[in-house]
């Protein structure tokens, strides 16, 4: 298994000769003779080892002077998990640049998010990265443009505003001195896609992947008009910032990704949207070391492998579905939830039919809930938690600055207790460490097992132990 960091040339080359997917994304191949770096599952022949260079990241291939091959195409490698090592505030830059913080964001401004100085979130990125944030910055800009290139037809002009680039000219220029590359030559096969206003891109993930068992648990609590799905994908409407839109993720299991349909309204941000995305389907999860743990922390459990945390669009209607979900039963808070989206939701286009958004915080202001069957208490629950939440939105700018969010704070709200909490970072989030004390599922499975179960051992996978004890209850 690889660390960060510490690169086993050893393993490396037996994952690379063996096309290991488990391994994909985790490192990359720079081969001396062609310049050029690939994912280990390239499917060109191999080259010689003493041909070969690996490295942990693809931008210190491409900043040792590497192109990104044509063929296996690095961009489209499963992203490394952002939890990965004891990097912290790294891990967190690394994930709100992604997120898009400094395309219209100065570089003191996200400092200034992190609670660090300039000075030293440089340091940071020079030392793990060996490059500065801004670079890191432009480098993942880059390898969205040329996703796009490779799988739409979005003109030239679109895909430079998707990707972050001001201007075609600034787009040109950075794909011909650092991916030694021109728009032109990455468009040689034509991309098809559904239709004039849906874009098709493919997102990639490590195996195991339990695909079932995630659809089970997304389809159990799916609403109506909101959400749709089949035996092999899932959709849903969504809004962020300020944007709409939908997508459909289609699993395609041999080849270890799923094939995503997407319509936005603003294509400025898709890389954001794409972010989203990921971290619902939780692709960029390590399953192999998350079960190496639990396995060895809890040898009388029963690991089931490839099991995902399903996440929530965005922290506002994880609270939401928390708030009606508590102290009733799965089909009840369902049913509530259904009825809040038919009453205040907004409609949203899908495949030509009318759908639904799900309420805003700005929809449900001062809103009486007469429509929902449940105690008063829990209604105004609702209306303190919304009012909270508005007033301490920035600018009322919805769902783009989550990953901010201090959501121990919603304990002030009077009627939101710890459970609430925690099942929004745990969904809302996708906070990998949360175990759900006194949920109700959770406490039946402990009954059921034979021996006693320390949730403190699963640190910090206290979330997919929460996940492991609900499933042995089907």
């Known amino acids: 298994m690889l660390v960060a960091s510490m690169l086993n040339p050893d393993i490396c080359r037996k994952a690379r000769l063996s096309r290991d997917r488990r391994f994909d994304g985790r490192f990359f191949v720079a081969v001396k003779t062609t310049g050029i770096y690939c994912r280990p599952i390239c499917p060109a022949t191999a080259p010689l080892e003493n041909n070969v260079l690996y490295f942990m990241h693809a931008i210190e291939a491409a900043q040792a002077g590497f192109r990104p091959c044509l063929r296996c195409r690095p961009d489209s490698a499963p992203q490394s998990p952002a939890w990965q090592g004891a990097k912290t505030t790294l891990n967190r830059a690394v994930k709100l640049i992604k997120e898009g913080a400094l395309q219209d964001g100065k570089l003191d401004m996200l400092a200034m998010r992190l609670g660090i100085g300039e000075r030293y979130l440089r340091e940071l990125f020079n030392k793990h990265l060996g490059t500065s944030p801004k670079a890191y910055a432009l480098y993942q800009q880059g390898l969205l443009a040329k996703q796009l290139l490779h799988q739409t037809q979005l003109p030239i002009t679109q895909v430079a505003l998707a990707s972050g680039f001001n201007s075609v000219r600034r787009f040109n220029d950075y794909f011909q001195s650092e991916l030694k590359l021109t728009p032109s030559a990455i468009r040689k096969q034509k991309a098809t896609n559904p239709s004039n206003s849906t874009l098709q891109i493919t997102l990639s993930y490590r195996p195991p992947y339990d695909w079932t068992s995630m659809l089970s648990f997304l389809t159990t609590r799916a609403i109506s008009k909101l959400e ?29 990704y799923f094939l995503i349909d997407l319509n936005l309204d603003n294509i400025k941000y898709l890389q954001s949207v794409i972010s989203h995305i990921r971290r619902i389907l939780d692709l960029d999860a390590d399953m192999q070391t998350i079960e190496h743990d639990l396995s060895h922390a809890f040898p009388d459990l029963t690991i089931v492998s490839g099991l995902r945390l399903p996440g929530i669009w965005s922290t506002y209607e994880a609270g939401v579905r928390a708030i009606l979900g508590q102290q009733v039963t799965i089909k009840m808070a369902h049913k509530l939830v259904t009825t809040l989206v038919d009453e205040l939701g907004e409609p949203a286009k899908v495949h030509g039919k009318i759908a639904k958004l799900f309420p805003t915080p700005i929809n449900m202001h001062k809103c009486d809930f007469d429509f929902l069957k449940m105690p008063a208490s829990r209604k105004q629950t609702l209306r303190n938690f919304t009012a909270f939440y508005l007033e301490n939105t920035e600018n009322l700018r919805l769902n783009d600055l989550e990953l901010e969010e201090d959501l121990d704070a919603w304990l002030a709200v009077k009627g939101i207790g710890l459970w609430a909490v925690n099942y929004a970072k745990m969904r809302g989030l996708s906070h990998p460490d949360i175990f759900l004390t006194n949920d109700a599922g959770v406490n039946n499975a402990l009954a059921q097992l034979n021996s006693d179960i320390n949730p403190e051992m699963a640190s910090p996978w206290g979330s997919y132990l929460t996940l492991q004890l609900w499933k042995t209850l089907q």
Do not use: D, P, V
């Not at 959709?235 to 041999?254: D, K, M, P, W, Y």
């Open 228 to 256: 749709w799905y089949t035996e092999n994908s899932y959709g849903r409407s969504f809004q962020l910032a300020h944007c709409q839109g939908n997508f459909t993720a289609h699993h395609i299991a041999e080849k270890s």
